[in-house]
């Protein structure tokens, strides 16, 4: 029996642990070299040199500089992902939701970028275009992610339309209540900015108003 063989399914080898673990070093020191410089007064280089590697090795993990923030903001949407997974089958979907995102949140906090550093990072997306796309493609992939684990615990298909549906207003509540969380208009916490906009979603918002006064 090979090594290979022997190896887990789904478990990463030690080369992608490592490779891995460089992403996430170089992803950190990106985000505080665009909020202490700026992100237009960072080049790659800055980053690279920052890093300890040569520039060709940076682009070897990143193609571009703004390449660099998608695995902050993505991990945290895949650790949620995982513990809504794994979230307590009696609470209700809104509650799982909301449960995993905040283990998440403090989870990845504790490991990648604190509160402060990730809302002058997500002030800094909303003023350029490249981030700003990077954030959105982050969201657009988590809403994929979202769907089988919504459908597992509602036992229904993925594609069905209102697993679909749920997927995407999650997520978009989640991506907005995170916006206004960082521009400062939102509540104090991250968490308590989702746990708002999730429990509007609950409550039918203006959409569900709209409907009672048909």
Do not use: C
Not at 52 to 78: Q, V
């Amino acid at each position: 029996m090979t090594a290979a063989t022997r190896r887990s399914p789904g478990r990463p080898t030690l080369t992608e642990r490592r490779r891995e673990d460089t992403r996430g070093e170089v992803s950190r020191t990106a985000a505080r070299l665009f909020t202490e410089r700026g992100y237009d007064a960072t080049t790659v280089e800055d980053i690279a040199a920052a890093s300890g590697m040569a520039l060709r090795t940076f682009y070897r993990y990143f193609r571009a500089k703004e390449d660099t923030i998608a695995r902050l903001f993505g991990t945290g949407i895949g650790d949620w992902v995982h513990r809504l997974a794994d979230a307590d089958p009696g609470l209700g979907l809104v509650d799982a939701l909301r449960t995993s995102y905040a283990e998440a949140v403090r989870h990845s906090r504790a490991g990648e970028v604190d509160d402060a550093q990730l809302r002058a990072l997500m002030r800094i997306v909303d003023g350029h275009p490249a981030l700003r796309a990077v954030w959105l493609n982050v969201y657009r992939d988590s809403e994929d992610q979202l769907r089988p684990a919504i459908a597992a615990r509602v036992g229904r298909d993925p594609d069905d339309l209102a697993v679909r549906l749920a997927a995407g207003t999650a997520n978009t509540a989640v991506r907005i209540a995170m916006e206004r969380w960082a521009a400062g208009d939102g509540p104090g916490s991250a968490e308590e900015a989702v746990a708002q906009s999730l429990a509007e979603v609950a409550g039918g918002g203006l959409l569900g108003e709209g409907e009672k006064g048909a």
